[in-house]
């Protein structure tokens, strides 16, 4: 050992028992020491007690078991603490065997009263809380040997042990204490029948079992010399050296602690007494349940750590006055995720305050409640809609939860924190549901300013829904979504009756609580802004009369289309257009048909029938007017609940009896072209109207004008020969046309191509011969053209080459509308008749 010499007169001579009867020591195996091993290598266990039970059998005095050598600290209590740093195996087999004979000697009183204090034992662990935990479980209890369970046909004391009251599910994970469970059980087998034995080791005089006992204190000894002694020890892993960090900056915290009881004290205990022994008992037994859900590492360290990091992110967020970009930061990650910062960030950083480590212990306490941790968190809600305990707990502890969940995962511990329960927590999670589901959380600026909400919210007095009825600021959410919570208050509020309708319908999977239209088209929201309440007398069987129609029809119609518009024939959608444009509109010149019930691109958020019909606060809002062509198929008089899809489709028909032909026509009157646009999305201007067939020009795209008459072709059964092929050429470009081609048609040998596609309020027919050369037309082909209003593009006023990618042969006609068009294809396919090859 570096410079110093250590020889058999070394050392003080002790026995285990001296060090506590003698020496008046405490033992504390230390955090830097690995776990206790000693118990789960079979051959050094057998070995090593196969050598006690020798010297104990023989009964010689002072068998020595080399030297046992560490620190020894003063404390003002009265008891010194050594502080081993070699002999921890050694010493932590033999206070189980202690313990063991004591118990067979019948001796377990005389045992606690040499070891412990008030439940506490003087041979404990810094390593971790539950090993200390354990040894003290271990001192206060006795076991009844006459009653041991059995395992495999044999007495198994471990198995007895662990299913007493006193032992925890997670102790188990434990390798310190799974490790003596198998000393004991092997210690059992040795030593089951030598009860006499416990005389002998703690005999004063001349005990049988000693070793050489070295305060290194007195020694000059340099920290490389302490390193090289550990460094066969394993080491902690990163949970267990930020919780025992964390415990000792608990110690460390003067302020006043709410009172905390622990069942087996009679007086209240700190908060550190209290948080060291739940961390490793009740808290621990429960995330012991859920110990996979965040890694398949048979440990609940990620799992616990996830929780702490959001308490604390939480915690700090609603700290802070200044908004403070950089906190965001560094408690956040992409995507919403918490950040698990290292305990060395939580100090330099000043982010565990004492007041944290309160909310800390009062959310853990509030998730085991007083139920068995084996059968999960503690319920304080029936399953409903609102709130899913266990299943926003487990994404939670996996760090995968959506910022709304987490803002529902805060508002409900908080709301419970505050006494509510019942109903009341029912109704408040209905609420912060509502909100978080229909308010845009996108970002940690978004979370922060809805998380203050709900905190400030939650701490206020009275019921959620008498807060929301006296108007109480409640900023953080979607202005129309809080306005809409605060009239439904009211309605809630006003009978059973409005109760049962108003949770009915917000039930509907596609609405998810937002319901706001149909009370507007009920007329309720015109009466409350007018008179700030629902105190109706006259015309009040009409209000709810009104509501459940319109709720009727809203659940049928969205039930039916709430995957996919084409259940029918987007002819939902269709019947509206024919009331007017309702279309939402993104960038400049690009709308959504809402046809799509994709997640791409946030256009369910952005461009669904949902954000259209989300209550408008101001008469004059666009989002008004595109309301009232909802309400206006609605209540039209062939609106079917019985039949939608015919009732639909009778309004598609009727609208196109009254409508100018136009984009909106034929979109009312081909649904094919609705299933084009696999996002909704179309762009429109004064040239163009462009069907995407994602959201981007970049992908295929086809144009309205030309697509339509291809389906008019289509419908109308019209064939076109002497063209042999007609296709349609979507493009992926803004510079390019889609057009429609007809291909095929052969005069003297020699194919001739008809192009039509449509821009600036015209339709372009392109004739030319399908080859590079400039091949002249035969006189009578021409003659053909110009007889069907075609103009060979040579003679066009302005005519430039680089305008046309074709010969100067080609031919060029121009059409007004679609009915001009067809009778334009038909003549010029007549009078090709007369020249083609066929």
């Not at 354990?134 to 059995?150: Q, R």
């Not at 309720?524 to 629902?534: A, G, R, S, T």
């Not at 008019?712 to 064939?719: M, N, P, Q, S």
Request: glycine letters at 4%.
């Amino acid at each position: 050992m570096s410079n110093m010499a250590i020889n058999a007169s070394s050392g003080e001579r002790l026995s285990f028992y001296q060090l506590f009867d003698q020496k008046n020591m405490k033992v504390e195996i230390p955090i830097i020491q690995r776990d206790y091993a000693q118990g789960r290598v079979a051959e050094v266990r057998d070995t090593f007690l196969q050598a006690l039970h020798d010297y104990l059998e023989k009964g010689e005095p002072f068998r020595d078991l080399d030297f046992v050598y560490g620190s020894v600290t003063t404390n003002t209590c009265g008891r010194d603490t050594f502080t081993p740093l070699d002999g921890q195996q050694r010493l932590t087999t033999l206070f189980l065997l202690h313990w063991y004979l004591a118990q067979i000697n019948c001796q377990g009183e005389s045992f606690r009263q040499e070891l412990s204090t008030d439940g506490i034992s003087y041979f404990t662990y810094e390593t971790r809380s539950s090993s200390r935990e354990f040894c003290n479980a271990l001192v206060t209890n006795d076991i009844d040997f006459s009653a041991l369970l059995m395992e495999s046909s044999i007495e198994c004391l471990s198995k007895t042990i662990k299913d007493r009251a006193w032992f925890y599910l997670s102790w188990e994970s434990d390798p310190t204490i799974s490790s003596m469970l198998m000393m004991l059980d092997a210690i059992h087998s040795q030593f089951s029948g030598n009860a006499d034995y416990f005389d002998k080791l703690i005999d004063r005089e001349n005990p049988v079992i000693t070793f050489r006992f070295l305060n290194l204190a007195e020694f000059k000894l340099t920290d490389d010399l302490y390193i090289k002694m550990n460094a066969r020890g394993k080491p902690l892993t990163n949970f267990e050296n930020f919780k025992a960090r964390l415990e000792k900056t608990i110690k460390s915290f003067t302020g006043e602690w709410p009172e905390y009881r622990l069942s087996f004290k009679d007086a209240p205990v700190s908060g550190y007494d209290y948080f060291i022994h739940k961390i490793d008992t009740d808290w621990a037994d429960l995330f012991w349940r859920y110990r996979n859900v965040a890694s398949q590492d048979e440990t609940y360290d990620d799992e616990l750590m996830n929780f702490i990091a959001l308490c604390a992110a939480n915690f700090l967020l609603l700290q802070d006055t200044e908004d403070s970009y950089s906190l965001k930061k560094r408690l956040f990650g992409l995507g919403g995720r918490v950040k698990r910062l290292s305990f060395l960030e939580y100090e330099q950083y000043r982010f565990l305050p004492q007041a944290l480590i309160i909310e800390l212990i009062t959310q853990l306490d509030l998730l085991h409640g007083n139920v068995n941790a084996c059968s999960g968190i503690a319920k304080y809600l029936d399953s409903n809609r609102y709130y899913d305990e266990e299943v926003v707990f487990e994404k939670i502890i996996a760090n995968r939860s959506s910022l709304p969940e987490k803002l529902r995962f805060h508002a409900f511990y908080t709301g419970v924190a505050n006494g509510k329960a019942g109903a009341e927590l029912l109704s408040w999670m209905r609420v912060v549901f509502n909100l978080t589901e229909n308010t845009i959380i996108n970002s940690v600026d978004d979370y922060h300013r809805a998380l203050q909400a709900i905190s400030d919210m939650a701490q206020m007095d009275g019921t959620i829904l008498n807060q929301l009825i006296q108007n109480v600021s409640v900023k953080g959410f979607l202005a129309a979504q809080v306005f809409e919570e605060k009239l439904k208050a009211h309605l809630l509020m006003k009978s059973p009756e409005w109760e049962v309708a108003i949770v009915e319908l917000e039930k509907h999977k596609f609405f998810k609580g937002q319901i706001g239209f149909v009370l507007k088209f009920s007329g309720i929201v015109d009466y409350f802004n007018e008179h700030e309440n629902v105190g109706w007398l006259d015309g009040g069987e009409s209000y709810f009369e009104q509501f459940k129609h319109y709720a009727d029809c809203a659940s049928a119609l969205f039930s039916k289309i709430a995957h996919s518009s084409e259940a029918l024939n987007f002819a939902w959608e269709r019947a509206v257009l024919s009331k007017g444009d309702y279309l939402t509109s993104t960038s400049p010149g690009k709308f959504n048909l809402l046809s799509s019930r994709t997640n791409k691109g946030n256009v369910d958020r952005d461009h669904s029938w949902r954000r259209l019909l989300r209550l408008p606060l101001l008469e004059t809002s666009l989002w008004n007017e595109r309301q009232k062509h909802v309400k206006a198929v609605l209540d039209d008089p062939s609106f079917d609940l019985c039949d939608l899809r015919a009732g639909l489709e009778t309004i598609c028909a009727e609208g196109l009896k009254e409508r100018p032909f136009n984009w909106r026509t034929m979109l009312i009157a081909k649904p094919e072209l609705f299933r084009l646009c696999n996002q909704g999305f179309i762009a429109k201007n004064s040239s163009e109207v462009v069907l995407l067939h994602e959201s981007r020009r970049n992908h295929y795209q086809s144009e309205l004008y030309s697509k339509y008459l291809e389906l008019e072709l289509i419908d109308r059964g019209l064939h076109t020969p002497p063209f042999s092929i007609r296709s349609y050429k979507s493009v992926r470009s803004g510079e390019e046309f889609a057009s429609l081609i007809f291909s095929g048609a052969y005069v003297n040998e020699q194919e001739f191509v008809l192009k039509v596609w449509y821009w600036d309020d015209q339709y372009i027919f392109l004739f030319y011969l399908n080859n590079d050369e400039s091949t002249p037309f035969p006189d009578e082909l021409k003659s053909a053209l110009v007889f069907c209003g075609f103009t060979g593009i040579a003679d066009l006023q302005g005519y430039q080459p680089e305008d046309w990618t074709c010969s100067v042969e080609s031919h060029v006609c121009y059409c007004t509308d679609h009915m001009h068009a067809l009778t334009k294809i038909c003549e010029l396919c007549t009078q090709l008749m007369k020249f083609s090859d066929d």
